[in-house]
């Protein structure tokens, strides 16, 4: 029966590869070709300038600057991240004190659970907004009312946590943490209930304490997890337009101050929409492109390992 | 043994993980980029044009209007359609509101078909002069150059307020109708600054003393909506427009980079940099949303806001009822060539006729209702807003408080107005004369470094 399988493989594919071809495969090709040339987004019209608008990349300042922001985002995000939710998902399944020698949780584990995955249930704008509250630079904010209710901070000088250059993508990496961190911890939870208890046990029975137990069993019998998880949050910190767009100081797309939270997104967004270089905007889609892709194909190859099967 | 054996589950996670790097970071942006195909061109209207009809409009020919829904809403919009019907019965009229012009009109720019009318306003609004550039702007001269409806022996053009032509023009012909007419300056409330005996500043120094007064009472003397620039710099063009005149408006819009050395641009920005300096800032100003600094200000937290005359109708819901919202021209500054009534004044709200619209006779008509005494008493009406039709209001119309100061100061200012093209002209450099202030306004940067930074961006901008 083997002839039969090719044609029912295909029958299935070929609503989504059309699709995926049409709508994905097609503009990146598009796009390639408008970074080509100095096409200004609201005509037909354009000319062919070859690779010039790379050749200028190579010499914006507000783009490296933004091209480091990312790399930087790219080098915290995963692995805060991914630790963070490591650490939370090792307690909550097998990081209680055994009692009758068994393998559990800490106490309120559940609760614990849907406690931090809430975050992922709420959508990007109402992250934003919650966090300007978080942060509003006057006593209003929550940050600054209990520092000033503490006496840490004068009234008259608050921190003006989104409009100061040094804190501001810290900022926002606080809430690209705060948001992700309950999400891999669920996925971390599910991989680590796979595991099975007579593993745990064992380790107990040999006088494993649990940092040990956790170095040793969980986190190897977890790679191919944390692996994805890397790449997902790779992928996370190239992006972070939405909330760099929403919550920073500038008009069109925030980025500020002063370039300090910019990011390519919001200045290819910018320099697409409100400075009419859409040629110019479509180079930088090219670069976080390859970008990505080059990052996702070695994290992938780095940390390949060999498989436990289990 | 089937082909699926092949395949473990490590290797479906790689091959998951790298489509999703395709799939999800790749996608929003590139795919922002993808344009359309086409580019057909509007038909001319073979009507032919009489007394009656000087735009020669097909009246069965339907209308698609598009309005931008912010802070006047789209309530007059539907007054003006219905003006529109009156005379054109047969017309069919689309009326499409929305608050994200870009996302909906983008695409159809690009496939040469565009609605007739187009409110181009809003945070998403599509740039003026990308639009022009492209080809895309239907020149208004024919609707400058017909009779205006309530007296037909005058032009359109006659009729319309100082500024409104030049400010809708690229190379000197109109390509814009910039409806509302709003002037910018600082702004108080009347009530409190009658209850604590403060007298509203006519010079820079005064007011300088009167916020040390103002701070001395406990509350900060000035607020601004420090998120967005555009309104600190509003305060800083505005001194400088008056130290040097015409001459100054016009170099700066010119990208002339002489402008920033010249003592002008030295004494407006210091003037500036001591409410700074002195520490006259509502804490936390720098970091604040427009609504978040009014909302402020209506509390009495803050003593002067900068704004333009929609602030009333902005705050409508915030401002206490005894408020007494008063507008105040901008300090005068020693040796300034404008007098201390001059202000800026402009014309905003963009209203363009796509080139390759399908009715681009029935946009300019739609346009030339809008500028009659009934349209613009409905905008006022339904808006809270003044229009760029002379005299368009009749006495019968009554005004906010704050809309009535800002047009008894338009009135005082006479023809001693004024108004920069570079935010519509010059994006890129409007964008670092913001961060500049922004650097300012947080005292990271003194004085003769913003002159600096304001003079290597008309640099930077004159050659792109």
């Known amino acids: ?310 | 043994m089937s082909a699926a054996a092949g395949y473990n589950r490590r290797e479906l996670f790689r091959r998951a993980a790298g489509l999703t790097a395709l799939a999800v970071t790749g996608g929003p942006l590139l795919a922002a980029c993808a344009g359309g195909g086409g580019g057909a061109t509007g038909t001319a209207s073979a009507v032919a044009t009489s007394a009656g009809n000087p735009l020669g409009v097909e009246a069965s020919a339907p209308l698609e209007v598009v309005i931008f829904k912010g802070g006047f809403g789209d309530d007059y919009a539907k007054a003006f359609e219905a003006l529109y019907t009156k005379t054109y019965a047969s017309a069919k009229i689309t009326h499409t509101p929305t608050q994200d012009v870009t996302g909906l009109l983008q695409p159809r720019f690009n496939a040469g078909s565009p609605p007739d009318v187009v409110d181009d306003s809003g945070a998403k609004q599509i740039k003026l002069d990308v639009l022009h550039k492209a080809g895309q702007l239907a020149d208004l001269t024919p609707l400058l150059e017909a009779p205006y409806l309530d007296d037909p022996s005058k032009k359109v053009k006659d009729v319309l307020q100082p500024g409104t032509i030049e400010h809708g023009s690229f190379d000197g012909k109109m390509y814009s109708l910039n409806y509302v007419y709003s002037i910018s300056g600082l702004w108080y409330s009347g009530k409190l600054f009658k209850e604590k005996g403060w007298t509203a500043p006519k010079t820079w120094a005064d007011f300088i003393t009167l916020c040390a007064t103002i701070k001395a009472a406990g509350v900060a003397p000035f607020c601004h909506q420090g998120k967005y620039p555009y309104y600190i710099n509003v305060v800083i063009m505005d001194l400088l427009a008056r130290q040097g005149g015409a001459d100054i408006i016009h170099r700066v819009d010119a990208l002339d980079t002489t402008v920033w050395d010249g003592p002008e641009a030295k004494a407006a920005i210091e003037a500036v940099y001591q409410l700074v300096d002195h520490d006259y800032l509502l804490p936390g100003t720098n970091g604040m949303t427009h609504t978040e600094s009014q909302t402020a200000w209506n509390q009495y937290k803050a003593a002067f806001v900068p704004c333009g005359s929609w602030l009333e109708n902005e705050q409508l819901k915030l401002t206490p009822d005894d408020f007494e919202m008063t507008f105040l021209p901008m300090p005068s500054l020693p040796g300034d060539k404008l007098p201390p009534t001059s202000l800026r004044a402009g014309a905003d709200e963009p209203f363009i006729v796509p080139a390759k619209a399908k009715n681009v006779q029935g946009g300019m008509e739609f346009l030339r209702m809008m500028l009659t005494k009934e349209g613009a008493g409905q905008f006022a009406q339904q808006a809270n807003a003044v229009t760029v039709l002379k005299d368009g209001i009749g006495p019968d119309v009554k005004l906010r408080p704050g809309t009535k100061s800002a047009v008894a100061a338009l009135t005082a200012a006479g023809s001693d107005v004024f108004n920069y093209d570079y935010p519509n002209t010059q994006s890129a450099f409007d964008i670092e004369l913001g961060n500049a202030s922004t650097e300012l306004m947080a005292n990271r940067i003194k004085p003769d470094e913003w002159l600096k930074r304001a003079k290597s961006a008309a640099e930077k901008a004159k050659k792109a």
């Open chain 1, 1 to 310: 029966m083997r002839h039969r399988r090719y044609p029912f493989i295909i029958g299935f594919l070929i609503a989504p590869v059309t699709l995926y071809a049409a709508l994905v495969l097609w503009p990146y090709l598009q796009t390639f070709g408008y970074s080509l040339t100095d096409w200004n987004g609201q005509s037909q019209e354009m000319h062919f300038v070859g690779l010039g608008n790379y050749g200028k990349l190579l010499h914006d300042e507000v783009f490296l600057g933004a091209l480091g922001h990312n790399l930087l985002l790219l080098a915290v995000l995963p692995v805060a991240t991914i630790l963070l939710a490591l650490f939370f998902a090792f307690m909550l399944n097998v990081g209680g004190r055994g009692g009758a020698g068994g393998v559990r949780g800490v106490r309120g584990a559940a609760a614990y659970k849907v406690l931090f995955f809430l975050p992922q249930v709420l959508s990007v704008a109402i992250l934003a907004v919650l966090w300007e509250a978080v942060y509003r630079p006057d006593g209003g904010g929550l940050f600054n009312g209990v520092l000033q209710v503490l006496g840490l901070q004068d009234a008259g000088h608050p921190v003006e946590w989104l409009a100061d250059p040094d804190l501001v993508l810290w900022c926002i990496l606080g809430v690209l943490i705060w948001a992700g961190a309950g999400f891999y911890l669920v996925l971390f939870s599910a991989a680590m209930q796979s595991v099975p208890k007579d593993i745990y046990e064992s380790a107990l029975l040999d006088g494993a304490g649990r940092g040990q137990t956790f170095f040793r069993i969980t986190l190897p019998l977890l790679w191919d997890t944390v692996q994805t998880a890397w790449v997902y949050l790779a992928i996370a910190a190239m992006d972070v337009f939405a909330l760099v767009s929403t919550m920073t100081v500038g008009a069109s797309y925030g980025g500020g101050p002063d370039h300090r939270s910019e990011i390519i997104a919001t200045y290819l967004m910018r320099n697409f929409l409100f400075f009419g270089k859409a040629g110019y905007a479509c180079a930088m889609g090219v670069v976080i492109f390859f970008f990505t892709l080059v990052l996702s194909a070695v994290a992938l190859r780095v940390t390949r390992r060999e498989r436990i099967e289990f």
